[in-house]
């Protein structure tokens, strides 16, 4: 799908993120994207450039919630988190996406919430990254997660 030039979330998704595509469809792609290499930090971005949620087809409204459920499930079947955060600013990058990230047990009081952002550079793993996409992705494509 074409994509502005000039916007960050576009130059990605027409790349290959580290451990490939977790989830894509015609509306969607999912992947590990740089600046969030944590194990069990997915970006779901919309695949055609549209700056918002608001701006969200009707189609791509009504798969949202699905997308979500298949990428939370195999998010928790790959990592076990306490807790998965759905985390969407926009303001840097304004092309409509949104973070799943995975919080575990491990990760102390002081950083859970909103400051798990502010700390993820202590979190971040490119390959242990890498092999949880690889495992969500391969589970996804086997569909072995319930709908």
């Not at 997308?67 to 926009?90: D, M």
């Not at 490119?126 to 072995?144: I, K, T, V, Y």
Request: proline share 7%; with cysteine.
């Amino acid at each position: 799908m074409p994509g502005l030039s000039n916007c960050h979330i576009c130059l990605v998704l027409g790349s290959e993120p580290l451990g490939g595509w977790v989830y894509r469809d015609e509306r969607w792609a999912a992947g590990v994207h740089p600046d969030a290499e944590v194990p069990g930090w997915i970006v779901l971005s919309l695949r055609r450039h549209a700056e918002g949620m608001d701006a969200m087809s009707g189609d791509e409204a009504a798969s949202f919630g699905t997308v979500l459920t298949l990428l939370s499930g195999a998010i928790t079947k790959v990592c076990r988190p306490e807790r998965i955060y759905l985390l969407s600013f926009g303001d840097l990058n304004p092309h409509w996406h949104l973070l799943l990230a995975a919080r575990g047990a491990a990760v102390p009081v002081a950083h859970r919430g909103p400051q798990l952002w502010t700390h993820r550079h202590r979190y971040l793993d490119p390959a242990a990254a890498q092999a949880a996409a690889e495992q969500m992705g391969q589970l996804l494509a086997e569909d072995s997660l319930p709908r």
